[in-house]
């Protein structure tokens, strides 16, 4: 047992070893492009200190698409709040865990934290997990070049699924965006899951592997309606999200794909000439598209153009009062259909606008999406950066790649499930309470 301790033990240490210099180098190539945005200053967190921001990660019952879940939440909320920087901030966000019985770390998802590594949020490599009634500071210097979108979510367990919320990086002050748009939305997709966290979690560790079954639906910004409810069933919690907008305007919509399983594609009724002009927390040259594929951590940013006053009063004479916004899974055994409300504000002549019905679906599919997964390489020979910034990298295109790094991942299952890399598996065996 203790030699079988000590291999697990050098086997890790060494992994921690090898991540940090990885870190500590991209941290160091990264600072001779960058030039940091103030001089570097030491902060003695005693209880004096302040933190920018804070952050609470709490336990309980909360109403989840039409049923009550036992489910982690940040601030009391799904999502979470919005979280908004510009380039060039230092940021200290103070994370406390309130759970009684569970660890918890926050993962900052995209930013590269090649300034403050120990600040990534992933358990038992940047940090120890935060034990119950305890705090960890989180420290974030954004650079130029991270403009974009990103979203944050807890690291421990199966909490992520409800305990996340968008993050959104601005150019530093004085720069506006390459592209222009009048106002912008944010749409984060979530799956939901019947069970509780720490049942899936546990089956997933279990031997033999108990798998969690799939999604049974998928929400938008914390908001989605069971196919199981109930006409009665008419609550905040039970309804479709509304998403709205005002006419004649150009949004920036951002979507966020914070599913565990679920790669959603997405459309919007009425509104099919999008313009895709970021991906991932990096602009690029613009893409002509009717909808997106949105898997798990990934982020878009399209520019969508609202209809106009006539239009909007031609479709109301013809009976249609608002727009579906659509969402189907793909790369599943099980193809989960959601839906959600594009809805006009009342406006100018259309201030007789109604609010649009959130608990009837519609009769039938308004939009045919593609029949297609993952593999199929959705945009894969589109995507292009945009050069429109002197301090952006510049990619290489495909005829000069020298050099395939190939890492080989694998899923075994061997009573329990586990995963490989190059044949080489990763376990974590933290104690319950590390402190």
């Known amino acids: 047992m203790a030699t079988l301790f000590l291999r697990n033990y050098s086997r890790n240490?060494?992994?921690l070893i090898y991540y940090f210099f990885v870190l500590g180098f991209s941290a160091f190539c990264a600072g001779l492009r960058h030039e940091p945005s103030s001089p570097p200053r030491i902060h003695i967190h005693n209880s004096s200190f302040q933190p920018d921001l804070i952050l609470r990660v709490t336990a309980g019952r909360v109403p989840i698409d039409c049923a009550w879940r036992y489910s982690v939440v940040i601030n009391g909320t799904i999502p979470g709040p919005e979280l908004r920087f510009r380039e060039g901030d230092q940021v200290w966000i103070r994370v406390y865990n309130d759970i009684p019985d569970e660890n918890v770390t926050v993962?900052?998802?995209g930013l590269t934290q090649r300034t403050s590594p120990f600040s990534d949020g992933t358990?038992?490599?940047s940090q120890w997990p935060i034990p119950p009634y305890h705090y960890f500071d989180y420290e974030?210097?954004?650079?130029?070049?991270?403009a974009g979108t990103y979203y944050y979510h807890t690291h421990v367990g199966f909490g992520a699924v409800t305990a996340y919320g968008p993050l959104i990086v601005d150019e530093r002050q004085g720069e506006s965006p390459p592209f222009h748009y009048d106002d912008e939305r944010t749409l984060m997709f979530a799956d939901v899951f019947a069970d509780n966290d720490s049942y899936i979690a546990e089956g997933l560790g279990k031997n033999p592997f108990r798998w969690s079954g799939e999604t049974t639906n998928i929400q938008l910004n914390g908001r989605s309606r069971s196919a199981n409810a109930t006409a009665n069933?008419?609550?905040v919690s039970c309804s479709y999200a509304v998403v709205s907008l005002e006419p004649n305007t150009t949004y920036?919509?951002?979507l966020i794909g914070a599913t565990a399983l679920s790669q959603v594609f997405v459309a919007f009724e009425g509104h099919a000439n999008l313009t895709l002009i970021?991906?991932?927390g990096r602009y690029v040259s613009p893409v002509p598209i009717s909808h997106l594929e949105v898997h798990t951590g990934q982020r878009y940013s399209v520019l969508l153009q609202s209809k106009l006053n006539y239009t909007l009063r031609r479709d109301r004479e013809r009976g249609k009062t608002h727009y579906w916004i659509q969402m189907e899974s793909r790369s599943r055994a099980l193809i989960t259909t959601a839906y959600a409300v594009l809805a006009y504000t009342a406006v100018g002549p259309l201030n007789n606008t109604s609010s649009p019905d959130i608990f009837t679906k519609p009769p039938t599919k308004p939009l045919l999406l593609p029949n297609e997964t993952f593999a199929d390489g959705w945009l894969e020979d589109q995507l292009h950066p945009l050069p429109a910034r002197p301090y952006e990298d510049t990619f290489p295109e495909l005829g000069e790649v020298t050099r395939r790094v190939l890492v080989n991942i694998t899923q075994i299952t061997n009573g329990s499930l586990y995963w490989t890399q190059d044949g080489s598996p990763w376990f974590i065996r933290i104690m319950k309470r590390p402190y």
């Open 13 to 15: 240490f060494v992994t």
């Open 107 to 109: 993962h900052w998802h």
């Open 123 to 125: 358990p038992a490599a």
């Open 140 to 146: 974030f210097e954004l650079q130029p070049g991270d």
């Open 233 to 235: 069933q008419q609550s």
């Open 252 to 254: 920036r919509i951002r």
């Open 278 to 280: 970021e991906v991932d």
